[in-house]
């Protein structure tokens, strides 16, 4: 049974990089089917999609935070990661990583499974 | 980008109701529409794809309707389980987005 976990810093600075990884175990990033995805919640707030990745390196993100972000893979560890940039205030969430389902269009399409969640606070 | 919109934003329900969320998108989405549940503190499960396409191990109380722009989940007799929050999420385009949510609370 595929599982995903995420890991990293809890807190951050104003100004700072946020750096996430997301381990992946019971099945290899290594796979043409998938594409690897970074989701965020901020608290009582809904679900916005940051951006994910391929197998073969290629990526695509959301317009919306593109300028910030890179999402890279490191297939000999099975993971993939998350760096976002400049964080303020408005980046506290929580960071769910997520297989990203590929079918029509040659990308990603729905996000099953997710990992459970790191919560991520950006302050001084 | 696409926008999604679903009503109501809270439904208060009993157990054994049949319920509705209704999720509007910003323009055509065929049927390239999720939906998941998210119970507090915990990551979204996968409920639906494709509109009306129900994943592996969820009950078959829950149903997904719709083509287009309006797309329906429906609870066909509310379990005490059920309880939670509901997001659709359109992938016609790139760039994924989510509703705003439905939170289903106890009558």
């Known amino acids: 049974q595929l599982q995903l976990q995420e890991s990293g810093p809890g807190l951050v600075k104003p100004s700072e990089t946020l750096s996430l990884t997301c381990t992946v175990s019971g099945g290899s990033i290594n796979s043409s089917n998938f594409y690897w995805g970074w989701i965020r919640q901020p608290p009582g707030k809904g679900l916005e999609w940051i951006g994910s990745i391929y197998y073969s390196g290629t990526a695509y993100y959301n317009p919306s935070l593109k300028s910030r972000v890179m999402i890279s893979l490191d297939t000999s560890k099975n993971q993939f990661s998350l760096e976002l940039s400049s964080v303020t205030a408005a980046d506290t969430a929580v960071y769910f990583c997520?297989?990203?389902?590929?079918?029509?269009f040659g990308r990603g399409n729905w996000f099953d499974p997710w990992g459970q969640g790191t919560p991520v606070t950006v302050s001084s | 980008d696409i926008q999604m919109t679903q009503s109501p934003s809270t439904l208060s329900a009993s157990v054994g109701d049949r319920v509705t969320i209704t999720c509007r998108a910003s323009?055509?989405?065929?049927?390239?529409l999720a939906w998941y549940q998210q119970k507090p503190g915990k990551a979204p499960k996968l409920l639906i794809y494709?509109?009306?396409n129900l994943d592996s191990g969820v009950p078959s109380r829950f149903s997904g309707d719709g083509y287009g722009t309006e797309f329906t989940l429906t609870i066909s007799s509310l379990q005490p389980d059920d309880f939670a929050t509901y997001y659709c999420?359109?992938?016609?385009?790139?760039?994924?987005?989510f509703g705003q949510g439905t939170k289903v609370e106890i009558k």
């Open positions: 494709d509109a009306s």
């Open positions: 999420q359109q992938y016609n385009d790139y760039f994924r987005t």
């Open positions: 997520a297989r990203d389902v590929v079918t029509i």
């Open positions: 323009q055509s989405l065929s049927s390239w």
